[in-house]
């Protein structure tokens, strides 16, 4: 079984950071590819940052480029999401999942999914 685990959410002010780290098991690492979603109240979960493990591509939403950071750790079977300058918008349930090489970052596409870890960013 696909096996996912986030961790590292927390409260934090505007403009600090925080360091997601998404640790897999079940799954030959390389084989997926890794994706970070949140989903805020009353909004629909979207795709924030994914990882191809294979070649390295990454994504990420408009909404986070510049300020957030995908990587991936083989050794450990882990994926990290950096996140700085923290908005109080990027306030959500942030979830990791494994999905199919080459198809970007929609969460429809993605089919293993850990537990969420809230992350709250106050203003």
């Known amino acids: 079984d696909v096996q996912l685990q986030a961790s590292g959410g927390g409260l934090v002010q505007t403009g600090g950071s925080l360091r997601l780290s998404c640790a897999t098991s079940?799954?030959?690492?390389?084989?997926?590819?890794i994706g970070w979603f949140r989903q805020a109240p009353g909004k629909e979960r979207e795709g924030v940052s994914c990882?191809?493990?294979?070649?390295?591509?990454?994504y990420y939403a408009d909404s986070v480029k510049g300020r957030f950071t995908i990587s991936s750790d083989f050794a450990k079977n882990t994926v990290y999401l950096q996140m700085n300058s923290l908005r109080p918008e990027d306030t959500a349930v942030y979830y990791c999942a494994a999905g199919p090489l080459g198809v970007g970052c929609p969460p429809i596409e993605y089919v293993s999914w850990g537990q969420g870890t809230q992350v709250t960013v106050s203003s």
């Open positions: 990882v191809g493990n294979v070649d390295g591509t990454t």
């Open positions: 079940g799954v030959t690492f390389g084989d997926y590819a």
